[in-house]
């Protein structure tokens, strides 16, 4: 069964190049119908205001819910906001998939943005070329969250065992890790 990534909005072509890499099918999951034959689903960066309104213009946002009840979904930047429990903006209706408080754009703006090298726990690899644009800031995890990655002692990489989220750009580079994690949560 293919990886579904959501395509309501954010590059999500990006995502879908990066498992064409590492040998996964995908699929872009526009409508609650995509999800149906999925074994996983990335939701990518963007904007998370706009990806909250457009998971409720497509129908999507309860289908979403129920398929990640049993299967893995992976998000990043604002992909891990929409997973959160908790946002600093009212305007994101998280989703509550990860026990999760998030600061939106808490490294700052556009022009903060950077590339940092970060070690990742389930790799004794070179650290990961992480790329940080607006990106979010974990302020606080719960006890099912585990963090894989830190930056400036922040949390920036966490999986609860099914689901996965980072605050970074995974999809962006050419290291293939943490999106072949992601892969094993899905056992494909």
């Known amino acids: 069964m293919p990886v579904g990534v959501l395509a309501l909005q954010g590059d999500f072509e990006k995502h879908r190049q990066m498992l064409q890499q590492i040998e996964v099918e995908s699929v872009p999951v526009r409508y609650p119908q995509d999800l149906d034959d999925c074994s996983g689903l990335i939701i990518p960066g963007g904007e998370s205001t706009t990806l ?32 959160a429990d908790t946002v600093d903006d009212s305007r994101v209706e998280p989703l509550g998939l990860l026990a999760l408080s998030v600061l939106r754009n808490g490294w700052g703006r556009q022009v903060h943005s950077s590339t940092e090298r970060i070690p990742l726990s389930f790799s004794d690899e070179v650290p990961f070329r ?20 830190h930056y400036r002692n922040q949390p920036v990489l966490v999986t609860d065992g099914r689901h996965l989220a980072c605050t970074f750009h995974p999809e962006l580079g050419d290291d293939f890790r943490i999106h072949e994690y992601f892969k094993r949560l899905m056992n494909v």
């Open 52 to 83: 909250t309104k457009q998971m409720k213009y497509a129908g999507i946002r309860e289908p979403l819910l129920e398929f990640a009840a049993d299967k893995p979904v992976f998000g990043t930047c604002a992909g891990l906001i929409m997973m």
């Open 130 to 149: 992480a790329i940080f644009i607006r990106a979010p800031v974990i302020t606080d995890t719960g006890t099912s969250v585990t963090v894989l990655a």
